[in-house]
């Protein structure tokens, strides 16, 4: 079972003097408050995929840990006013947005400033009867009859501030006196009377989220990876790919996020090309931000058969077949 905010865990505390808070404080008044609220509502909704951070593991450099988790992540901003005035509804498929749905990863994100702690706070809980609710973001028609599992709420919140030019939410326990950030962690003693600890951080900028979460029951991590690293999710933009042939020509709905593209029409181990923008290492600069297509060989890319910017047109032919794809 993977990360919630509410059930997210450990890193070391360093205390220093008598405070008891670890790094930098802050001071945000409420008009900067109120544009990270603004910030969140633009930035967090739309379509998330790992594929370039998994593509980046299997082709660079694969962790020791392996590699990470191919998640495609959703947020939406839905009209719940009997749940708060700001709402987010998430969820998870695994291995791309056809995939089957992670267990628990329905969530309804309730959203506000708290002007005394000096951030913008999210209470998530798992959505009730999340069977009913699949794929929440595209029926508005049953956004009035989502519910929260439990009105008294979570008692770990995601507190949120502006960090240079991105956001980032850390975790704290809500029962804490509300007068700064927490540290980063939020613990208490579970039902079974274990000790529980949830350790989160997330990451925002308009085309990058990073997602660190760790859960740990007792001496058990049970939820997220040992290296301690984020799981890297990238925005994915909507195309429209034209397939062509001498005989015959189709569109497909992609993305730009390790979509697969087949090129035939009779399903029997049929050739394919990948539309993937990711960071590809280069040699002058490091990493590039580029578009590609890609051939597949034996299920992964090989080679190359065009290049773009990030955003723009990708056209290439192969195999007898022309391949346009446009943003959308």
């Known amino acids: ?13 360093l205390l ?19 544009s990270v ?3 969140l509502r633009a930035w967090l909704p739309g379509e998330w995929n790992s594929y370039p951070q998994v593509w980046y593991d299997r082709h660079v450099r694969m962790p020791a840990e392996g590699e990470h988790d191919h998640w495609h992540r959703t ?41 005394k702690a000096g951030v913008v706070t999210i209470l998530g809980q798992p959505i009730a009867d999340p069977e009913r609710f699949a794929d929440l973001h595209r029926r508005p028609e049953l ?24 956001l980032v939410g850390v975790l704290d326990n809500r029962t804490r006196p509300t007068d700064r950030p927490g540290d980063g962690t939020c613990t208490y003693v579970a ?12 990451v925002l900028a308009p085309d990058e989220l990073w997602l660190y979460d760790i859960n740990v029951m007792g001496d058990v991590q049970f939820v997220g990876r040992r290296d301690r690293t984020h799981l890297r999710l990238y925005r ?42 990711a960071w590809y290492p280069d040699q002058q600069i490091g990493l590039n931000d580029e578009l590609r297509l890609w051939v597949m060989r034996d299920g992964q ?23 346009a794809c446009r943003a959308r």
């Open 37 to 39: 609220l603004s910030d």
């Open 143 to 166: 956004w009035p009859e989502a519910r929260l599992p439990n009105r008294a709420g979570p008692r770990c919140r995601f507190d949120w501030r502006r960090d240079g030019r991105q």
């Open 75 to 115: 947020f939406a901003l839905i009209e719940t006013p009997h749940i708060g005035d700001t709402v987010f509804y998430g969820q998870i498929n695994l291995g791309g947005p056809a995939g089957p749905i992670l267990a628990r990863s329905q969530v309804l994100y309730q959203t506000f400033v708290d002007e």
């Open 16 to 34: 220093l003097g008598s405070t008891g808070h670890a790094g930098p404080r802050y001071d945000f008044d409420r008009p900067q408050l109120d």
């Open 236 to 277: 994915a933009a909507d195309y429209g790919c034209e397939i062509s042939t001498a005989e015959r020509s189709r569109a497909v709905d992609a993305h730009d996020r390790g979509f697969l593209i087949s090129l035939a029409s009779d399903n029997k181990s049929p050739p394919a090309v990948m539309l993937l923008r």
């Open 1 to 13: 079972m993977k990360l919630q905010f509410w059930i997210v865990p450990t890193a070391l505390l």
């Open 301 to 323: 890319p090989a080679d190359v058969l065009a290049t773009g910017s990030p955003g723009a047109d990708i056209t290439a032919r192969f195999a007898g077949t022309d391949i």
């Open 191 to 202: 039902a079974n009377g274990q000790d529980f600890l949830a350790d989160a951080e997330w």
